[in-house]
């Protein structure tokens, strides 16, 4: 059943700023520079300058330790109020799209009218941290007291010590980067190379569409003189694609490239949610409702499931709550941290034996209408920067469903580091 | 950081090389600021006769708490001289013996202001002669004047004298710094003419449309606009969102991303103004872009964007604006010097500039505009100091600079005050105009 709930979450509007390429328009700003920028984009859209917000709930997956009150310190670099409460959260890839379930949650409860929910990343602009040997012997320098002891402890250290540590994407407990436990999982459900380059290229083509429509006038504020996606690539064929090389995966059975796979970007966006009473009062038209969400977790670390295959677990629940089934939608927005991750969802909801074994149901969820599959592009053209997806996603939907009219449905899934996926329907006003 | 001439001679070696060698030295224009005294000293007032209009001047200036000077005895800050009663040439005399002992003594940043008749409604061919002769003189007055003073004139239509406060108020104010011999002319109003409650807040409850409004000229329209009471829809195309969003949130307004040229742009403004802030009031069509090159080198996609953004695109959004304009509302639109004497290199853009006023004076005697009560007005900038013209070398800077009565550029807020005067209720009297902002610039004069 799902709860009961006094007032809808109503979703008003979203901004981001366009994503950037690893080392390209953005290489040096910091996660609060493009979160500040992303956030000033949508106060202004939506005419809130100097306005108290009942909360900003935003995080980055990469944070420097400085950046520990991130939400919080944009907030005060912003247009908006000082007095806007504002906290960090994170959840790897699922940030954004949580901080929206968390908002959404406090409105309907009467806890906010109104909130903002974000995620900001930058590969580029990424924390370094000191081998973990001299970062234990620097603090006990720093612990010694007075000079003596400091030299003495001082003398600890050795050559060996030194050394960088720069974030990576690899799973801590398995050590496999991302793309190779991605490769696991699509030799498991057998996703061919071509259907990987196919759903690629239709990315690039489906966002491409969208810019010469407009449809990114209301939902973006150029920065750092950048007005579009940098990782576009409106004219991707199957021909380009298919001179790529493997990047994950090992000998004939290899069909991840970096066509079908994400590339490593910077960006952040910002979702504004409100009570439909606070949307009256602010003259803004209610684009969508957030119906709900739900968030699994699979077992990857014994190999008993693929580490990107958690949505596939989360929608039948939330389908089942919402006495939904898999069919019941306009739009689907499955965030394609690589093409093999929306191919392996999709043919795992269509498996009996997975649908039966893994997930409990009588029968499969079956297929979707690919038609409305990622209609306007997702991450394999527009890029991925971790936290920022999820806004980017939430914010393109609504307005997707409200276009399309009142009662159309929307499903978003997104995995995540860590074996998790997050999910969410939207309903359009 | 460009060479900046008006700085270099103000003070040190460069005033010393300057006086030297008899090169001008701009004086530092008086710019209005809120709260201030309308103008800085006494206003002489005089009359050709009894003057039709002498005795309303008189009362303007005293509301205003600016005392009236009836003898030029003492050094005045301005002089305002009613020639409405001439019949002929000869009665010019009064102008000249009024404004001449007044020359020697009046302060910096003066005014000298002739109110005449149009010459268009004289009845007599030695009134029209001598109406006609005031401009003249006004003009040449203007190349007269230093210490960055102005002379203009305004002609108001018989019947049309409520209309003059606004006018003058706007005029003696250092809102018309840069603003020097033009001819405002003065109709009986399209819709009642409404005074402010405050004059620093002319624009009290407004809503102001201002496109091009993320960076230059069209930020500081934005800028006096929100100043002087107004709400702000900035509006700019996509790739200028990052500075548009920063106007807008300086100023409490709202962004909105379009390009002016999209078929449904004027729809979208509509959609948004009432959505956001119930309707609109005032709408300024401020975008522009150059594309410059010589005719004989011009190719088709140069010529037509020019015109596209310039002109055809300020047609196209009339259509969804005008109708859905607040009666009694304003439409400002931003011309340039370069459609009145053309520019090398710009007949693309001199050919959309020159257009806009030819658009102005048409939609402001039509008839769905004339129903409306709304006024439509254009400014036609010269020599404005902005990023683009810190581009321009060096030279043609200069020259650009100094080719006028004030001998220094304008700046954008010169152009901005202007438009906020149109944009006033109490100034519906104006409409039709084409006010040069360009210190007299000697181009095209």
Excluded at chain 2, 309 to 315: A, D, E, K, R, T
Aim: glycine residues 12%; charged residues 20%.
């Amino acid at each position: 059943m799902p709860p009961t709930n006094p007032r809808r979450a109503a979703i008003l509007g979203g901004n981001r700023i366009p994503f950037a390429r690893q080392f390209g328009a953005y290489a040096e700003a910091s996660n609060q520079d493009m979160l500040t920028s992303a956030l000033d984009g949508l106060v202004a859209r939506y005419g809130l300058a100097g306005e108290q917000v009942g909360e900003v709930v935003a995080g980055a997956v990469i944070k420097h330790s400085r950046d520990f009150n991130l939400a919080r310190e944009t907030v005060l670099g912003s247009a908006l109020s000082p007095t806007t409460p504002a906290y960090d959260v994170q959840q790897a890839c699922g940030t954004g799209l949580q901080a929206a379930i968390i908002v959404s949650n406090k409105i309907k409860l009467g806890q906010i009218d109104s909130g903002i929910a974000g995620g900001v990343d930058t590969s580029s602009d990424a924390p370094i941290t000191v081998s973990e040997k001299l970062r234990k012997k620097l603090l006990k320098v720093n612990r010694a007291k007075g000079p003596k002891n400091q030299l003495l402890a001082l003398t600890g250290l050795r050559p060996t010590d030194f050394g960088i540590a720069t974030p990576s994407n690899a799973e801590a407990r398995t050590g496999l980067s991302m793309g190779e436990h991605m490769a696991q999982t699509a030799k498991r459900w057998k996703i061919t190379r071509e259907a990987q380059d196919e759903l690629a290229v239709a990315s690039h083509k489906n966002l491409a569409a969208s810019y010469e429509r407009g449809f990114h006038d209301d939902l973006m504020t150029s920065y750092l003189g950048l007005s579009r996606d940098a990782n576009l690539r409106a004219d991707s064929s199957m021909e380009k694609l298919a001179t790529l090389k493997p990047v994950f995966g090992k000998g004939e059975g290899a069909t991840m490239t970096a066509g079908n796979s994400t590339p490593l970007t910077d960006g952040a966006s910002v979702v504004l949610m409100g009570s439909e009473d606070w949307a009256k009062e602010h003259g803004l038209t209610v684009q969508a409702f957030f119906v709900d969400g739900e968030t699994a977790a699979v077992d990857f670390v014994s190999g008993d499931e693929g580490l990107l295959m958690a949505p596939a677990y989360a929608v039948p629940r939330l389908l089942a709550r919402n006495g939904l089934s898999l069919q019941d939608f306009d739009y689907y927005e499955i965030h394609e941290a690589f093409a093999a991750t929306v191919l392996s969802t999709l043919k795992a909801w269509e498996d009996e034996d997975f649908c039966r074994g893994r997930l409990g149901l009588d029968a499969p969820l079956g297929s979707i209408d690919r038609d409305k599959l990622n209609v306007n592009g997702s991450s394999l053209a527009a890029g991925h920067p971790f936290a920022a997806t999820g806004g980017r996603i939430v914010a393109a939907l609504a307005k997707m469903l409200h276009d399309k009219g009142p009662g159309s449905r929307g499903l978003i899934s997104i995995c995540a580091a860590g074996g998790q996926g997050v999910v969410a329907i939207l309903e359009g006003a | 950081m460009a060479f900046d001439y008006g700085k270099f001679v103000s003070g040190g070696v460069g005033k010393q090389l300057a006086t030297a060698l008899g090169l001008p030295r701009p004086t530092r224009l008086r710019r209005y600021k809120p709260g201030a005294s309308l103008i800085p000293g006494a206003v002489l007032v005089a009359a050709h006769g009894e003057g039709a209009v002498a005795g309303r001047v008189r009362a303007i200036v005293e509301t205003a708490g600016v005392s009236v000077a009836t003898m030029p005895s003492t050094s005045v800050a301005a002089v305002v001289v009613d020639l409405t009663d001439i019949e002929g040439p000869a009665d010019l005399e009064t102008l000249r013996a009024t404004v001449a002992p007044a020359l020697k003594t009046m302060q910096p940043t003066g005014r000298i202001i002739v109110i005449g008749r149009p010459p268009e409604s004289a009845t007599t061919v030695e009134q029209a002669a001598a109406r006609r002769a005031v401009e003249g003189i006004v003009r040449s007055i203007g190349k007269e004047l230093r210490g960055g003073s102005t002379a203009n004139t305004i002609h108001v239509a018989n019947g049309a004298e409520g209309g003059l406060e606004a006018v003058l108020r706007y005029l003696l104010s250092g809102r018309s710094a840069y603003v020097d011999a033009q001819v405002f002319r003065v109709d009986v109003p399209v819709a009642d003419i409404a005074m402010p409650e405050d004059w620093d807040k002319p624009l009290a409850g407004k809503v102001a449309v201002v496109t091009g409004a993320a960076r230059g000229i069209g930020a500081s329209i934005a800028e006096v606009l929100a100043r002087d009471g107004a709400t702000i829809i900035a509006v700019d195309i996509p790739a200028a969102g990052g500075p548009l969003a920063e106007v807008a949130n300086r100023l409490g307004g709202t962004a909105l991303q379009l390009d002016v040229t999209a078929d449904d742009a004027g729809a979208k403004i509509v959609e948004h103004a009432l959505a956001r802030h119930g309707g609109f009031d005032i709408v300024v069509h401020n975008a522009g872009i150059t594309r410059d090159k010589l005719l004989a080198n011009m190719d088709a996609e140069r010529w037509h964007s020019v015109l596209d953004v310039n002109l055809l695109s300020i047609l196209r959004m009339n259509q969804a604006l005008v109708p859905a304009i607040r009666d009694g509302g304003h439409i400002v639109n931003v011309a340039s010097i370069a459609g009145i004497a053309g520019n090398r290199g710009q007949t693309n853009y001199g050919a959309s500039k020159a257009g806009v006023i030819g658009m102005t004076s048409a939609l402001a005697a039509d008839a769905s505009v004339v129903a409306k009560g709304i006024t439509v007005n254009a400014v036609a900038p010269g020599f404005i100091e902005t990023e683009m013209t810190a581009k321009v070398p060096f030279a043609t800077r200069e020259v650009g600079r100094l080719m006028n009565s004030l001998n220094q550029g304008g700046l954008p807020v010169d152009v901005a005050e202007t438009i906020g005067f149109f944009a006033w209720d109490a100034s519906r009297g104006v409409t039709g105009n084409t006010i040069r902002v360009c210190g007299q610039m000697m181009l095209g004069a």
